[in-house]
């Protein structure tokens, strides 16, 4: 038995130690791995660990994994949801198919009880501590994490904020460099409002202050932090708002910055009380809730126009509508969470391509809890990014 096993293995190994040999065509194969499969390979051979730990290798693993994106959905912040829920994560196909959840444990060793999600890049999320006020101004810890791998990186402690920060992630394309923007009001003389803004660059790992700050973006508490600004194309854009009607905020401007920290403002194609912005079809997206329909427009970098891509119908009647939690896209699908009157939440997709809607559930547990959802995909990235 032994002599048959040892003649059988023979040929197994010649024909592996030819594909070996063949560098373009070994990597080629394991490039597309998942991350999982790749963190188990790794172990195999010195040879093997080498090759996959390249800082090439991650980075043209990135390349193939963006075109397989999923949704990445996480359950907000809530007093009475259980610990293990928040710990949790899914991820879901584009088409609305239910693909797998796992923990992040990394939440349970920092003593998070509830992470509040900020961004979603590259890969990797970006995250914060609990927002408990700290001798009357907000300190907050921010963390970046690669749910794949489970690594985590804790930045540098910034300055206090009197009122609840505002941040945005900023990411590049091309090099794994991402920047942390946070807008912050005076701990000291809170009347003045949020009059700064600090930046994180990972190229440095420290903050620095940005001054002369005349606008900042927009904060509508019914929305999660997700909502808040979207990056496309190496430019970060939030909402901002100059009218107030009995404290809520409307989105009246936006407010774009690039990666040299130049801050630029950009005039909205319509009014409106209730919007979104996100990355459709790799271009800027606003997505405008009027009257049981929803405009879509694409931004257009070249003239700073916009263009009306489609007026569609929701297939919900409005005054079952309470509320929208969350608006993401991925590929042809736009996935909208939303609260209805009676306070449960629904999901339901709409493809643009085919324009059909889908309805679906992500989990049948909490259907009352608010949930994040952002475009994401696994990679090997390291939290830093010099490495």
């Not at 963190?39 to 800082?55: A, D, E, G, P």
């Not at 440095?204 to 509508?220: M, V």
Request: proline content about 5%; hydrophobic content about 40%.
């Amino acid at each position: 038995m032994i002599e048959l096993f040892s003649k059988l293995k023979r040929p197994f190994n010649g024909i592996w130690d030819a594909v070996e040999s063949n560098k373009v065509a070994f990597e080629s194969i394991l490039l597309r791995l998942p991350v999982k499969s790749i963190l188990i390979f790794k172990s195999i051979s010195k040879r093997w660990y080498n090759l996959m730990s390249k800082k090439s290798f991650i980075l043209s693993h990135r390349h193939f994994s963006k075109q397989n994106p999923k949704f990445f959905v996480f359950y907000a912040p809530d007093e009475d949801l259980e610990d293990n829920i928040l710990h949790e994560m899914h991820l879901m196909e584009p088409n609305g198919a239910y693909t797998e959840s796992y923990t992040i444990p990394i939440f349970k060793t920092l003593q998070l009880n509830h992470p509040i999600l900020v961004s979603s890049f590259n890969g990797l999320i970006c995250f914060m501590n609990d927002m408990t006020p700290y001798e009357s101004s907000y300190d907050m810890s921010l963390h970046i994490c690669n749910p794949a791998t489970r690594e985590v990186l804790t930045l540098p402690k910034s300055h206090l904020s009197y009122d609840i920060p505002i941040f945005g992630v900023l990411y590049s394309n091309n090099f794994h460099i991402y920047k942390i923007f946070k807008f912050i009001s005076d701990p000291v003389d809170p009347r003045k409002g949020y009059t700064q803004c600090e930046v994180y660059s990972s190229k440095t790992g420290e903050w620095k202050i940005i001054p002369r700050i005349t606008l900042r973006p927009l904060i509508n508490f019914t929305l999660s932090l997700a909502s808040n600004h979207v990056c496309v194309n190496e430019k970060l854009y939030w909402f901002v708002s100059q009218d107030f009607d009995e404290g809520f905020e409307y989105p009246t401007l936006i407010l774009m910055v690039d990666m040299d920290d130049n801050f630029h403002e950009i005039e909205l194609p319509n009014g409106s009380e209730t919007a979104f912005l996100i990355e459709f079809w790799g271009r800027l997206c606003f997505v405008d809730w009027t009257k049981s329909k929803f405009y879509i427009w694409l931004f257009n970098e070249m003239n700073e126009g916009w263009y009306l891509l489609e007026i569609v119908k929701f297939p919900v009647d409005s005054m079952k509508v309470a509320y929208f939690d969350s608006v993401a896209a991925c590929e042809d699908d736009i996935l909208f969470v939303y609260k209805d009157v009676k306070g449960l939440r629904h999901e339901i997709l709409y493809d643009v391509a085919h324009s059909t809607w889908k309805e679906f559930r992500i989990a049948e547990d909490d259907k009352d809890k608010a949930i994040v959802v952002f475009p994401f995909f696994e990679t090997l990235l390291p939290c830093k990014s010099h490495w």
